[in-house]
């Protein structure tokens, strides 16, 4: 195996890039340390990268370094880096804050995600040829309390809008993060129609899956966050759970962010073009409309940094 040492590399945007060359090689290819039944699992979590016709790489990859460029830099710039990745799930980001250096703490409420995780970090090792550090922790974050009260930088992503006390968990993040710590949240916009569409879609078909759900879940109450503390879920005949989950705007992420005691930043977007809209050469299409002030906020993705000002 090639090593790849992301240390050499200065710009936090090639450096995510680099490293999502990485991963995709890792998921497309195989990972030996994995069996195949996790390696599918694998492959079913990033279905964007298992389907290139749908799913043009050269936009993948621009959108997934876009997002993490943020936390690359934080890392890069701060002195002892301790970062928490909160909801990690199969642990790809994890690897990446760890070469860069950072001691990682890693918690997921799925074990078996946490399992796999655990298992990939060895392929990672070698192909960075450095120990990661990294604790791996299965969790559930509704009730965690990070182990350290030291954080340099907490990364959610995609995680958040499944937490049903929001509130207390970004509370007990805010706590052990220190003076001029960062949070970082990614998801995807409530304000972008297409995500908006797709997602009253998913709503009405579960309707019918449960009375319960039928009767509470209020999706304009969702969406103006109306008497909501977070994610809600109900049952379905067969046990299984539907979710109510409780996505955001930029706005309400920055009002709750502020109201726990970080001050948020301003947001970063990514991803305006629909997949199948997507030509080679567009990229420079993503740059410019992340330049258009109004434009901007309808992208697919937002990520909002809330920092903790010294006491
Ligand atoms: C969409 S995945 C995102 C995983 C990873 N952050 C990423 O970007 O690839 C959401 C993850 O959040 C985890 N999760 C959801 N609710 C959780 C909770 N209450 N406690 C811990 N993890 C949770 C799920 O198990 C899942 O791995």
Same mark, same amino acid.
């Given at each position: 195996?090639?090593?790849?040492?992301?240390?050499?590399?200065?710009?936090?945007? !090639?450096?995510?890039?680099? *490293?999502?060359?990485?991963?995709?090689?890792?998921?497309?290819?195989?990972?030996?340390?994995?069996?195949?039944?996790?390696?599918? #699992?694998?492959?079913?979590? *990033? %279905?964007?990268?298992? %389907?290139?016709?749908?799913?043009?790489?050269?936009?993948?990859?621009?959108?997934?370094?876009?997002?993490?460029?943020?936390?690359?830099?934080?890392?890069?710039?701060?002195?002892?880096?301790? +970062?928490?990745?909160?909801?990690?799930? *199969?642990?790809?980001?994890? $690897?990446?804050? &760890?070469?860069?250096?950072?001691?990682?703490? &890693?918690?997921?409420?799925?074990?078996? #995600?946490? &399992?796999?995780?655990?298992?990939? !970090? !060895?392929?990672?090792?070698?192909?960075?040829?450095?120990?990661?550090?990294?604790?791996?922790?299965?969790? /559930?974050?509704?009730?965690?309390?990070? #182990?350290?009260?030291?954080?340099?930088?907490?990364?959610?992503?995609?995680?958040?809008?499944?937490?049903?006390?929001?509130?207390?968990?970004?509370?007990?993040?805010?706590?052990?993060?220190?003076?001029?710590?960062?949070?970082?949240?990614?998801?995807?916009?409530?304000?972008?129609?297409?995500?908006?569409?797709?997602?009253?879609?998913?709503?009405?078909?579960?309707?019918?899956?449960?009375?319960?759900?039928?009767?509470?879940?209020? $999706?304009?109450?969702?969406?103006?966050?109306?008497?909501?503390?977070?994610?809600?879920? $109900?049952?379905?005949? /067969?046990?299984?759970?539907?979710? /109510? +989950?409780?996505?955001?705007?930029?706005?309400?992420?920055?009002?709750?962010?502020?109201?726990?005691?970080?001050?948020?930043?301003?947001?970063?977007?990514?991803?305006?073009?629909?997949?199948?809209?997507?030509?080679?050469?567009?990229?420079? +299409?993503?740059?410019?409309?992340?330049?258009?002030? +109004?434009?901007?906020?309808?992208?697919?993705? *937002?990520?909002?940094?809330? #920092?903790?000002?010294? !006491?």
């Amino acid at each position: 195996m090639n090593t790849l040492n992301l240390q050499l590399v200065n710009n936090p945007l !090639q450096i995510a890039h680099a *490293y999502y060359a990485a991963l995709r090689k890792e998921v497309t290819e195989g990972n030996p340390w994995l069996t195949a039944d996790e390696q599918r #699992q694998l492959q079913s979590h *990033y %279905d964007v990268m298992m %389907d290139a016709v749908h799913n043009p790489p050269e936009l993948a990859a621009m959108i997934y370094s876009s997002r993490r460029a943020p936390a690359v830099r934080a890392i890069r710039e701060s002195d002892n880096p301790i +970062v928490f990745d909160a909801g990690c799930g *199969y642990g790809s980001e994890s $690897f990446l804050f &760890a070469a860069l250096g950072a001691k990682v703490l &890693a918690v997921d409420r799925s074990a078996e #995600q946490i &399992a796999i995780a655990r298992k990939r !970090q !060895q392929y990672y090792e070698n192909l960075f040829a450095r120990p990661l550090a990294i604790t791996f922790v299965n969790a /559930d974050l509704n009730r965690y309390t990070p #182990q350290y009260t030291n954080l340099s930088l907490t990364w959610l992503a995609s995680v958040l809008a499944a937490i049903p006390d929001q509130e207390g968990l970004l509370t007990r993040i805010h706590c052990a993060t220190r003076d001029s710590g960062q949070i970082m949240i990614t998801d995807m916009n409530l304000l972008n129609p297409l995500f908006l569409i797709n997602e009253w879609r998913r709503r009405r078909r579960n309707l019918s899956a449960s009375p319960e759900f039928a009767r509470h879940a209020n $999706f304009a109450a969702m969406l103006r966050r109306k008497e909501r503390t977070g994610a809600r879920y $109900f049952e379905r005949a /067969d046990g299984t759970l539907v979710d /109510d +989950v409780q996505f955001f705007t930029t706005g309400t992420l920055s009002q709750l962010l502020r109201k726990v005691g970080f001050v948020p930043l301003r947001p970063a977007y990514s991803g305006w073009l629909p997949p199948r809209l997507y030509r080679p050469g567009f990229a420079t +299409v993503e740059t410019a409309m992340n330049r258009v002030p +109004v434009l901007r906020s309808l992208a697919y993705f *937002y990520l909002v940094t809330g #920092q903790k000002l010294p !006491q």
